[in-house]
């Protein structure tokens, strides 16, 4: 267990219930890495379902693309009004609290989606 | 007329109506689709990149601002409902800041508008400043909404037109985060229609003025605003321009007038009318010399 082990699970089990979103990743198949801070999950997305979530930064397992969030940007980024500069993926890259690599292109393919698991429930 | 037929027809009108006309820009016929309402001082809105004067609704059918302003918001070639000149499918659409002002004078001088008012959001929001520098004479004052001498990139727009992502979808999801996050649901999803439909590289065309083409910060400190009053208005949410963007190039145009409204971002006439309408109005009072 890590410090955001358990949002990331309650993020799941709502993405997974929302039948819209699910339906808007349905062509989502894929490992990506979410780090926050030292806290490393690798979420394995699965036709829009997320079928996995797996601590470990550490581990050799392949992503498709990684999203790297400062703890206090993550922080901020996951309340329910957040203060400018916080309430969006690329703010936070802008403002240098957020870094994203790899293998982007299943990203901005389904950014949309990608968006909304990330500020799910928010 | 058009108010009595909607009462025979049971049917609300809105004040609103859209024409259609042929202009001429840099040699080429342009049919240029435009809505219009109201009475007065000519008020020329200019839509942001990607999208289209839709933006305007709401502006165009306020009494309170059409009583004094006619408001008239147009689709730039290759946007809305305006077609892309003859040929278009040989070429790659770039705008730049000639063809941008050009445009826009064009429709001015089509429209026979006197000293307009000239209101512009982001891409519109930057050639206004242009306008004030090149063009202040002819005009009344300009309104630059999210707009700045220039701004730092924060994605790759070679994303934004390409086989095998679609254009709608990445456009819309980019620009998503520019909306406050308070900004109504039904005008966020309204604001993003617009660069969901937009045409096939006519977002990425549209950048190349904003990104290449527009850098201005080396000319706008000639700006006269005895001549051409500038006002310039930014959410606080915008993180494409900021409001430090926007506070940096007002302080380098003497008189020029800043605002950074709270509540919203990079489409504050679209995305939160209400909250807007707030900020505009006391704007729209000034510039006709009611404060």
Same mark, same amino acid.
């Given at each position: 267990?890590?410090?955001?082990?358990?949002? #990331?699970?309650?993020?799941?089990?709502?993405?997974?219930?929302?039948?819209?979103?699910?339906?808007?990743?349905?062509?989502?198949?894929?490992?990506?890495?979410?780090?926050?801070?030292?806290?490393?999950?690798?979420?394995?997305?699965?036709?829009?379902?997320?079928?996995?979530?797996?601590?470990?930064?550490?581990?050799?397992?392949?992503?498709?693309?990684?999203?790297?969030?400062?703890?206090?940007?993550? +922080? =901020?980024?996951? %309340?329910?009004?957040?203060?400018? *500069?916080?309430?969006?993926?690329?703010?936070?890259? =802008?403002?240098?609290?957020?870094?994203?690599?790899?293998?982007?292109?299943?990203?901005?393919?389904?950014?949309?989606?990608?968006?909304?698991?990330?500020?799910?429930?928010? | 007329?058009?108010? =009595?037929?909607?009462?025979?027809?049971?049917?609300?009108?809105?004040?609103?109506?859209?024409?259609?006309?042929?202009?001429?820009? %840099?040699?080429?016929?342009?049919?240029?689709?435009?809505?219009?309402?109201?009475?007065?001082?000519? #008020?020329?809105?200019?839509?942001?990149?990607?999208?289209?004067?839709?933006?305007?609704?709401?502006?165009?059918?306020?009494?309170?601002?059409?009583?004094?302003?006619?408001?008239?918001?147009?689709?730039?070639?290759?946007?809305?409902?305006?077609?892309?000149?003859?040929? @278009?499918?040989?070429?790659?659409?770039?705008?730049?800041?000639? #063809?941008?002002?050009?445009?826009?004078?064009?429709?001015?001088?089509?429209?026979?508008?006197?000293?307009?008012?000239?209101?512009?959001?982001?891409? *519109?929001?930057?050639?206004?400043?242009?306008?004030?520098?090149?063009?202040?004479?002819?005009?009344?004052?300009?309104?630059?909404?999210?707009?700045?001498?220039? %701004?730092?990139?924060?994605?790759?727009?070679?994303?934004?037109?390409?086989?095998?992502?679609?254009?709608?979808?990445?456009?819309?999801?980019?620009?998503?985060?520019?909306?406050?996050?308070?900004?109504?649901?039904?005008?966020?999803?309204?604001?993003?229609?617009?660069?969901?439909?937009?045409?096939?590289?006519?977002? +990425?065309?549209? #950048?190349?003025?904003?990104?290449?083409?527009?850098?201005?910060?080396?000319?706008?400190?000639?700006?006269?605003?005895?001549?051409?009053?500038?006002?310039?208005?930014?959410?606080? @949410?915008?993180?494409?321009?900021?409001?430090?963007?926007?506070?940096?190039?007002?302080?380098?145009?003497?008189?020029?007038?800043?605002?950074?409204?709270?509540?919203?971002?990079?489409?504050?006439?679209?995305?939160?009318?209400?909250?807007?309408?707030?900020?505009?109005?006391?704007?729209?009072?000034?510039?006709?010399? +009611?404060?």
């Amino acid at each position: 267990m890590a410090p955001n082990t358990d949002i #990331l699970h309650s993020i799941a089990a709502a993405v997974n219930n929302d039948a819209a979103m699910v339906h808007r990743g349905r062509y989502v198949d894929l490992n990506f890495l979410l780090s926050i801070g030292s806290d490393s999950h690798f979420l394995t997305i699965s036709q829009g379902r997320i079928a996995a979530i797996t601590l470990g930064g550490g581990l050799m397992r392949p992503w498709r693309f990684a999203i790297h969030i400062t703890p206090e940007a993550w +922080k =901020k980024f996951r %309340q329910p009004l957040p203060r400018p *500069g916080y309430h969006d993926l690329f703010a936070m890259c =802008k403002l240098g609290e957020a870094r994203i690599e790899g293998e982007i292109h299943a990203l901005m393919a389904n950014l949309r989606y990608f968006k909304e698991l990330l500020a799910h429930g928010r | 007329m058009a108010a =009595k037929l909607g009462a025979e027809l049971g049917v609300e009108f809105e004040a609103a109506i859209g024409r259609y006309m042929t202009v001429e820009i %840099q040699g080429r016929a342009n049919r240029i689709y435009f809505e219009t309402a109201g009475q007065g001082i000519p #008020l020329v809105c200019l839509h942001t990149a990607g999208a289209d004067a839709t933006q305007y609704r709401h502006l165009l059918n306020d009494a309170e601002i059409t009583r004094n302003y006619q408001v008239i918001a147009f689709d730039l070639p290759w946007h809305g409902k305006s077609l892309p000149p003859v040929g @278009y499918h040989l070429e790659d659409y770039n705008l730049t800041t000639d #063809l941008y002002l050009d445009t826009v004078m064009a429709v001015c001088q089509a429209l026979k508008l006197e000293q307009p008012v000239i209101m512009g959001c982001s891409m *519109g929001g930057r050639i206004v400043l242009q306008l004030a520098l090149s063009r202040g004479a002819e005009l009344g004052a300009v309104i630059g909404l999210e707009g700045a001498d220039h %701004q730092e990139p924060w994605y790759d727009t070679e994303w934004l037109h390409r086989p095998d992502v679609h254009g709608g979808e990445i456009s819309a999801a980019l620009v998503s985060g520019l909306v406050a996050p308070q900004s109504p649901d039904e005008f966020r999803w309204e604001t993003l229609w617009g660069y969901l439909q937009g045409g096939p590289g006519v977002f +990425k065309g549209d #950048l190349h003025f904003y990104r290449v083409d527009s850098d201005y910060r080396d000319r706008v400190g000639d700006i006269d605003t005895n001549q051409c009053p500038v006002y310039l208005m930014t959410g606080e @949410y915008d993180f494409s321009c900021t409001p430090e963007d926007t506070l940096r190039t007002a302080a380098r145009i003497d008189g020029a007038q800043a605002t950074i409204m709270e509540g919203l971002g990079h489409f504050p006439m679209c995305e939160d009318p209400a909250q807007f309408r707030r900020y505009i109005l006391p704007v729209l009072d000034q510039i006709r010399g +009611k404060t």
